[in-house]
């Protein structure tokens, strides 16, 4: 029987059988009631706890499987993370603007390294180079790739820099080559930053095994370089802004970088507008990736002190991704505001087994391949032509029975980069041997590419899953916005039928 007299627990009702067993004693006096209460108040309240925080991990849960996933993959070098960019800032510009001063390092470095790239391949070349030389690029035998399974016909035309051996004396120095020797001269001190500028990127940290002298940064790299962080984080929640804008970077090494440029735009540009080195380009002996050109061409402003890069300087800069970088995003559909998880990987093929943890509830992939890299090699292994190379990884995707129900969308890229290429006379038949006689023009090169790929796609697709095709300049904001929405609507069509929403 229960008496009346006891005051009732905080826990539950007088006719609940446990209650009862756990009543306090008779004799309870009024200080040890005063405890027992406050004891079982305080116990009370720490089984609240525990079941508001269960119940906020239950809706995480639940709303984490609503959210979208949607991976970025394709080959080193590839735009995965120009297009990353493209979609931060489309979807949270505020954090570009925030980040902008980070990405100053990120600059000088590909332009540091582009410099010692043009003065070590004149070096080769003892500084002299006449137009009468023939083309280095030549491939040495027209056969298929010697990597192996080749899905193209491609030629191997072995490291694009190949030393040209001289034969007998060197002959006198000539005005160009003492002009060169001059800027090489000048250069020095801040060509020898670059190995500095690498390692405040990397963190010191080196990628074996992932081609040679990259620079690989993780997710959240920008904390590195800009002061007031105390630590790092996984990953980058483009919804809360990460970088306090306005904290410049402070680092020695950088500012004496900002200095020497400065000091030495005069001597970049004219190295950079040298005859030689316009000669050896136009000949192919010294090959340039886009931002080079970009940023060399441009050397006046950015040696500007108290330079910030633009956001057109940020998707042209270079660096490349370590492991996978996890960005989110709120987007809005129909009222009710949907997470995004936009998955950036590293497309080196040392990287690319960090991929597979993602797969499992990945929601979409879009699978970038750049169609210009007809007469590249993968600096991880020159022998493999980039698009026989793109191919495979495509085929390895589309045929990967964890991605059989996943949204796809293939971006044939650096649209741009293919038509320079075309329209300065680079042959495809050349290191694509399969492509014969056909027309050295842009649409029909590309048909002929985007049937390679769809090829591979219908003949690894059980699901009938439809493949969106798009053509695409990364770097181009306007353009690549619009089809970020076209493929943002569509993956949200699949989503919502997933989701039985509709
Ligand atoms: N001109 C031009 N440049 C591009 C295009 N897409 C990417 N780039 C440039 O190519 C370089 C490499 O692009 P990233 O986005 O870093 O390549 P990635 O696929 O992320 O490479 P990894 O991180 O190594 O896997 C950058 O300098 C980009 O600015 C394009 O469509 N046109
Ligand atoms: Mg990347």
Known sequence: MIRTTRPPSVYSTDSDPLTYVMRPPDSETDTARRARLEGEAEAKRV???????????????????????LLLLGQAESGKSTLQKQFQLMHNPASIEQERSSWRTVVYFNIVRSIKRILDTLEAYDDIFEDSESEGDAPGTASESPSGASILHSNYAGSSQSHQSRSGSAPPATEAQKQIANLRLRLGPLVTADTGLGDRLSGGVTVSGSGKGGVYVRSGWQTRTVLGRRHGRASIDSRNAEFKSGEVIKDELVQ?????????????????????????????????????????????????????????????ARIQTMGVAEHTFDVDLHGKSVTWHLFDVGGARGQRHSWIPYFDDANAIIFVAPISAFDQYLEEDPRTN?????????????????????????????????????????????????????????????????????????????????????????????????????????????????????
Not at 55 to 62: S, T, W
Not at 289 to 311: H, N
Not at 440 to 456: K, Q
Request: glycine share 2%.
């Open 47 to 69: 089984s609240d706890e525990i079941d508001e925080q269960l119940r906020l991990e239950r809706e995480k849960l639940k709303k984490s499987k609503e959210d979208v996933k």
């Open 386 to 502: 980039r698009i026989d190379d793109s191919l495979q990884l495509f085929t390895q995707i589309c045929s990967n029975p964890l991605l059989k129900k996943v949204h796809l969308v293939l971006f044939l890229n650096k649209t741009d980069v293919l038509q320079a290429k075309l329209a300065s006379g680079l042959r495809v038949s050349k290191y694509i041997t399969s492509y014969g006689d056909r027309p050295n023009e842009y649409e029909p090169v590309v048909a002929y590419f985007r049937a390679h790929f769809l090829n591979v796609h219908k003949k690894n697709n059980e699901n009938k899953r439809v493949l969106y095709t798009h053509l695409t300049n990364v770097t181009d904001t306007l353009a690549t916005q619009s089809i970020i929405a076209n493929v943002r609507d569509s993956i949200f069509r699949g989503y919502l039928k997933s989701a039985a929403l509709v």
């Open 256 to 316: 004496d970088v900002a200095r020497m440029l400065d000091a030495s735009k005069d001597d970049i540009k004219e190295l950079w507008d040298h005859p030689t080195v316009r000669r050896m380009i136009a000949r192919r002996k010294l090959r340039l990736e886009e931002w080079t050109e970009f940023f060399l061409s441009d050397i006046s402003r950015i040696a500007e002190p108290g330079y910030v890069p633009t956001v057109d300087d940020i998707l042209h």
